[in-house]
């Protein structure tokens, strides 16, 4: 049978052990040889106890936990060529020419730029006497998949991202656990919330939670927002609400690319207002704990579906993404996802908002 090596790559998220999970066990019932690749590329760099075989048993028991149990790290050598001849040459020794890469666009991106060296890299193993005529021969074709773990709800290609339902799930605990005190003392919260340039959190978190108020990158406030943004709240208060709670996405930003903290949004309640308010920032509450349901089968049809897409590949089929489109799980170009996520975040940058919500949509 082919050898699969799964890992994680970047920040961790829930439901990422789902997917690893589902790779072994498809791969496993396929006839396939699955190996863990333990701290993302470093162990993949480092090789040695880093790839070990999985087993059926050894997948048991890990759907229900946070993070990922294979380890992440963030790999300073595989960005050199050197770091990446080494990877590739730890591969072949395992024979492992099928990869499942679980992890967000970067590690994604890093991925397919490996799958397309991967000849060369190869030629200077052999050239080198590291590997033999027979394993050049063998391993000649690297196959990818990726599957798309983060919080951020930030990736072009899918509906959701593994981790993104149970990270709102944090934010919707946390914002009602702020509500009860805040009510109590007629308090205004304003709560910083994460996703990167994204602020899928923050607004769903928003929607599902009553918040009076979001800031978010993809729309920023209208010059004047703090005036309108008071006027709000007092209505709100005069309607006899004892509370205000203001969502902040940690990339908020106004009309000319500024950020907006949480901090600059309290001055402006405080100064105007004289509410007693207080800041709360949720950090990486929000990336851990058990998994939602949601993301634990969401995490185990990619895990599986990224199993049947290695053994459909052939050497000219281009790397894929596994990914939710609707309810379906579908099949799309990694590259055709990583070049749309990177425009949005060009657009981002250059202020142009309304392409970048554009250019998020479904095309
Ligand atoms: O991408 C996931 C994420 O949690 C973002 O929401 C956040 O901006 C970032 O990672 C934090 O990174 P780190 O864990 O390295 O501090």
């Not at 997917?19 to 498809?26: F, P």
């Not at 058990?290 to 895990?303: E, N, V, Y």
């Not at 990177?342 to 940058?349: E, H, L, R």
Request: include cysteine; charge should be neutral; hydrophobic fraction near 40%.
């Amino acid at each position: 049978g082919r050898a699969i090596g799964v890992f994680t790559s970047g920040g961790d998220s829930q439901g990422m052990n789902s997917s690893v999970r589902a790779v072994v066990r498809m791969g496993s019932y396929l006839g396939c040889k699955v190996f863990y690749i333990k701290e993302g590329y470093q162990g993949m760099v480092d090789g040695g106890d880093n790839i070990v075989e999985a087993t059926w048993a050894s997948s048991s028991g890990i759907m229900q936990r946070g993070g990922t149990v294979i380890g992440s790290a963030r790999c300073k050598e595989f960005r050199e060529r050197e770091g990446r001849l080494r990877a590739a040459e730890n591969l072949v020794i395992k024979n492992i020419t099928n990869l499942v890469v679980i992890g967000g666009d970067g590690s994604l991106t890093g991925a397919n730029l490996f799958r397309q060296e991967w000849a060369g890299l190869l030629d200077e193993l052999l050239e080198k006497g590291r590997i033999s005529q027979q394993q050049r021969k063998e391993c000649s074709h690297l196959n990818i998949v990726g599957l798309v773990g983060s919080i951020d709800n930030d990736f072009c290609g899918t509906d959701m991202t593994i981790g993104a339902d149970t990270a709102l799930h944090r934010i919707v605990e946390a914002v009602d656990c702020i509500a009860t005190t805040a009510s109590s003392h007629q308090r205004c919260f304003v709560m910083e919330v994460m996703g990167r340039h994204c602020g899928y959190l923050a607004l769903v978190g928003a929607l599902a939670t009553e918040a009076d108020w979001v800031f978010i990158p993809e729309w920023p406030p209208e010059d004047g927002w703090e005036d309108t943004l008071c006027r709000k709240l007092a209505n709100e208060r005069s309607m006899g609400q004892r509370l205000n709670i203001i969502l902040v996405a940690e990339g908020a930003v106004d009309r000319k690319g500024n950020p907006i903290t949480a901090d600059m949004v309290k001055k402006v309640v405080t100064d105007k207002l004289k509410y007693d308010t207080r800041v709360t920032v949720l950090g990486h509450v929000q990336r851990g704990g058990k998994p939602t349901a949601f993301d634990r089968i969401l995490g185990s049809r990619m895990g599986a579906e990224a199993v049947l897409a290695l053994m459909d590949a052939t050497p000219n089929t281009p790397a894929c993404v596994c990914s939710l489109d609707g309810n379906q799980t579908v099949r799309v170009p990694l590259m055709e996802c990583v070049e749309r996520t990177q425009a949005v975040q060009k657009a981002m940058s250059e202020n142009n908002f309304e392409e970048a919500v554009r250019l998020r949509g479904k095309s």
